[in-house]
């Protein structure tokens, strides 16, 4: 229940349990051990990071019984390597749930920003910059349309972003068959190199994750994601623009859908019409999301979390890789993994209500 | 620019004099200078019925307006007008001088307009903070300023006196009460100059209710005009300069604090004698054997319930709100069930753990909101009536054969287009009736009623007290919870009084609303003689108030659009 | 504020007259009332074709246009099972996988087992309805959002299946088998053939019909509507709940064994289903919410996505394109719904 000491602190035993750490502690902390308070609220908040750390425990004991080395630098990169493109991608799904939304079509846009992406950049170094300006700029077309849809036409964002999930695969299957256009050099060592056993495009995933992160905590558009989501019309009362922000949301997490899918043709060397489909990413992303502790219906959750639900669905792949479980058994426990993870977080919610809430008497 | 009788009241809004604010900083002095806050002849229409009609108030920075009135007399219409949720047909709105037309809340917002509902405007996963300025978060370039935000709300605390949470607890972890402060923080921070308070004690508990009054002097005393609206006459006094009475959309009479009782607002309230509209009581001679008998009945919310019900009989329930009356009556039924006790119906020893199993034992619970409790809205008359039915939670009760909809329907007096019509197109008398109906499919030998005339009109209202005599006189035992004392009083053979999850006392038919509200407060019988007025010792007064209301439940009759 | 009536008194009402029943309406009235007044999909499916018919001669011949019937029929099921699914508020994102697990399964089965059509059927049904009641209880007793719960179960039902045949569908359907999917009554008078497949597609339209008229279907209405007072009714919300994804499970095995009869063994038989399914409901008018849209109009918005596909072929729109055209017309449908719901009220 960590959840529940953290977000009522407690004070004094003469209090009722709900004072104020900041009030008393701000004046008698350093800002280096503040921020270190922080950052440990931000982790302990969502409860994935414990059952990361579980996880990789209970992974290493599988493995070294296996006769495996768990913690191999090779292991460890992969484990990371593996987790950029769903983080990415999960990121962004993350803005646009949390807004109370949600975008189904981020693996044809993946798929898309590949194509594109590669395509302009046709191999030549001085098409680097700009192919990535155009991929990205396409990205936050298809997230404008998308938000445009939900918002003006009032079109439920399942249906409205699965409509868009057919019309860019139909755009995609009638202008490519095949992997088409190349990569430079300089972005396909993007998508390899490392330092040590850490890939540097971590430092991409780690640095989208941080500026969508510190957005949505920081900001007054942050805040207001989180209003629009929590209820909407509570904001609309208080005079926020709730359309704005649902539809900047849904930009937001198409242009980390584009990202990724430029992220993947680094790693393939070329743009591929499956790339976004065969990894599954709509779903995953999603997964991710709610893995994460983020609320299916909005209002509520971290990109803290989700970051430690895509480094858990890591370690786990990597888990059975090492076992050399088969491919679709491994598909099989990520299912369970999932309904088990978030049947605990609807079991804890309710207890913490119970608890709260008391005796709600007439 | 009064209407309605010639009363005591000062012209120009200030109050009497000696009552009210210590410290009245501004200019606006008795007598002088434009008030705060003017609203005169404010109409204002739904669909044809009219809610409102030529309605003056005013209201000066350092007063306390309160505004009471019965269920529908229009009070929180009226607030919502000013709030600029709902722009009036008629009248004009005029602050410190300026008229005002109001279209949109955050208009009124911008003019010093803060409203505080029943129904808390609140983010729950959100901080009290981030709450408190959601839309107008301090910073530059975007970025929130959170520390400025934190000291800004954690200020506004302190000038309330607030201390037992601070900023950066979440809203969700807060009790009803400190969610209220919350709201009201909201609209300091708002720089509100006219402060609205729609049933602010609803949910409060006795000591949480003395908090939020000293709150109310206090935004009082630091120069706001503060409207309050409340059923509840011992808090009225207790807070108030002026009082305005609404009653059927128009105002009746505005009163000097000081200057009258209870007795006398009550009295302009209701206008007619209490007894004459109610159906004749159960004689003796006609009540039969005990149908339901709780004994030690006692769960998280209610302790040492003892209860009889004969059949023939209509018990009233009777209590402040957060009594637990409702949750009496979820317990009997088994919605929210007793974890320790017993319960019987009709000799036999129930565990009534879930609705199915009240309803197989013959039970049927109509709830205090017939929309989001009673009805699905969206199926016809038809289907809603056969709901309980179709459940097949009645299997071992049910007679052979189909049940005649038309039968039931003509019984409950339903007046509809036809019986396929989507029950969310009939008026609340008529939702009423087809709740009923959906519980007589049963044939139930206990029913429970929660508010049965709540948001329903007049004329409704006395066709569902008969029909209820009815259904006593054909043998059922009934239980009705009621907030509204002429009812309570009318229609009870008995009153039982709840207080604090407990049976406070049991009164006779005829008792009166004194000794309602004494033993629903928590004093006793003693402590109130039958004029009203408090036996030396026994409370100050206006305390002991016979209002219509004290028992207040507050969530009025009037929807939240 | 005294309530008023909303919907304007017929006529005055001398004392004492209550309800005013006028006499029920013949069923051929109700019908056709039903259906001008609910979803515009029915004129939408009517255009398309008559469109398709004048693209394609053949189609009015009871050959041509069974022939697209009998193409509708699996995807008709699965809307219908989905309908229930979400008439009482909840998603069901397995039942493509479901397809695919039915169609896996029975061949790998009938490899071993060439004569045991019926008992096949019967495992592949059994099937469907466990994972239903999987579904059911995790969402209900674990309260598991079920877009989750079904996402999850797809992924374990994609997984398991693969693992269990190690990767690549074996062994193929037994003609017999595939009657269903394929075959029909021969030597019906006026058609030269009847298929099963559109016998099965009818049984289920007029099942399902009949379920919703029935007291079980008017519960997964007011569960969908508004569960608090369907439970305090007495309204089994859990277990009515379950019924639901029971259904739906039961149904994708249906449609399973009609795709296998049809296309063959394949590991992508089922890919994209649930979504297509959740579209052609949609489509159908229902929202969802829940509580609100009729059966009819869902397999209605089955049959359209199905025309839709038939036209473009007929039009010469080359196969990609066809999805993109589906997507719009899909998000013009949906918006046209949410617009004319606005306006009702």
Known sequence: MSDTVRDAPTGSPSSNGLEDPGARSGATRGRASAIVGRTRDAFAATPIWAALVGIVGIGWVVVTLDGGTFFASGNLTNILQRSVALGIVAVGQTVAILAGSLDLSVSYLISLASLVGAETMDGRESMLVPAILLTLAVGAAVGLANGLVVTKLRVNPFIATLGMALILRGYIENNYDRPTGSVPESWESFGYTRMGPIPVSIFLFAGVALIVGTTLRRTRFGYHVYAVGGDEQVSVLSGLRTHRVVIAAHVICSVCAALTGLFLASRLGSGTPRVGTDGGYDLESIAAVVLGGTALAGGRGRVAGTVGAVLVLAVLDNVFNQLELDPFLKQAVRGVVIIAAVAVYAQRRKGRQQVATGTAAA | ?561 | MTDATLTPPTGPTPAGDVVEAPPRPSLAARAWRSVARSAPIFAVLAVLLVWIAVENPNFTEPPGFLAFLKRAAPLAVLAAGQYFVIVTGEFDLSVGSLVTVTVVVAAQVLADNPDSTLPVIALVLLIGVAVGIVNGLITTRLQVPSFITTLGMLLILDGAVFYWTDGAPKGSLTEDFRTLGRGGVDDVPGLEQLPWSVVVFLAVGVGAVLLMRANLGKQFMAVGDNDRAAGLSGVPVARVRTIAFVLSGGLAAVAGILLGGFAGVSAQVGDGLEFQAITAVVLGGVVLGGGRGSVVAAIAGALTLEALFTLLNLLGVSGALEDTVEGVIIIAAVAFAAFRLRSDR
């Open chain 2, 1 to 561: 620019m009064a209407s309605g009788p010639d009363v005591p009241h000062h012209p120009d809004g200030g109050p009497a004099p000696g009552v009210g604010r210590a410290d009245a900083a501004d200019d606006d002095a008795v007598g002088t200078a434009v008030p705060r806050l003017e609203m005169r002849g404010i109409g204002k229409a739904f669909l044809g019925t009219v809610v409102l009609a030529d309605v003056d108030l005013t209201c000066a920075a350092g007063e306390v307006h309160a505004v009471v009135g019965e269920n529908g007399a229009g009070k929180s219409t009226l607030m919502k007008v000013l709030a600029g949720v709902h722009p009036p047909d008629a009248g004009e709105i005029v602050i410190d001088g300026v008229p005002h037309t109001f279209h949109h809340p955050v208009q009124a917002q911008a003019a010093g307009v803060a409203i505080i509902y029943q129904e808390f405007n609140l983010l729950p996963e959100r901080t009290v903070a981030e709450n408190v300025w959601v839309g107008r978060e301090p910073g530059r370039f975007g970025l929130v300023d959170r520390a400025r935000m934190r000291a800004d709300t954690q200020r506004l605390l302190d000038e309330l006196g607030e201390r037992s949470f601070g900023p950066r607890t979440p809203v969700r972890a807060l009790s009803v009460a400190q969610q209220q402060v919350v709201e009201v923080v909201k609209a300091r921070s708002l720089d509100a100059r006219i402060v609205v308070m729609d049933e602010p004690t609803a949910a409060l508990a006795d000591d949480e209710v003395d908090q939020l009054l000293a709150l109310v002097r206090r935004l009082r005393d630091q120069g706001l005009a503060v409207l309050y609206i409340s059923h509840r006459l011992r808090e009225v006094f207790a807070v108030a300069d002026r009082i305005t009475v609404l009653k059927d959309g128009r105002r009746v009479d505005t009163f000097s604090a000081a200057d009258t009782t209870a007795g006398r607002l009550v009295k302009s309230m209701v206008g007619r004698e209490l007894d004459a509209y109610f159906p004749d009581r159960a004689a003796p001679d006609e009540l039969g054997a005990v149908r339901l008998a709780v004994r030690g009945g006692a769960n998280a919310v209610l302790d040492g319930i003892d209860l009889d019900v004969r059949a023939g009989e209509i018990v009233g329930i009777a209590g402040l709100q957060g009594a637990g009356r409702t949750e009496l009556a979820r317990a009997v039924f088994g919605a929210a069930p007793f974890t320790s006790g017993t319960v019987e119906i009709d000799g036999r020893s129930r565990r009534l753990r879930s609705p199915r199993a009240g309803i197989g034992a013959g039970l049927g619970f109509l709830t205090e909101d017939r929309k989001a409790e009673g009805l699905v809205l969206g199926q016809s008359v038809r289907d809603n009536t056969l709901l309980a039915r179709r459940s097949g939670a009645a299997r071992g009760r049910r007679r052979a054969g189909t049940t005649d909809v038309e039968a039931l329907t003509r019984s409950t007096e339903l007046r509809a287009a036809s019986l396929e019509q989507e029950v969310r197109f009939l008026s609340g008398g008529n939702q009423q009736k087809v709740v009923l109906a959906k519980w007589l499919a049963l044939e139930p030998g206990v029913l429970l009623f929660d508010e049965p005339t709540r948001g329903i009109d007049v004329g409704a209202k006395a066709a569902i007290h008969d029909l209820m005599r009815d259904l006593a006189r054909q043998g059922r035992a009934i239980v009705m919870i009621s907030s509204e004392l002429p009812e309570l009083i009318g229609m009870s053979d008995r009153i039982v009084v709840l207080h604090e999850g407990r049976i406070a006392g049991e009164l006779p038919a005829g008792a009166t609303e004194q000794q309602v509200i004494a033993l629903a407060a928590g004093h006793h019988l003693d402590d109130v003689d039958e004029t009203g007025d408090a036996v030396p010792g026994g409370g100050a007064p206006g305390d002991d108030a016979a209002g219509g209301g004290a028992t207040g439940d507050a969530t009025g009759g009037e929807p939240r659009p």
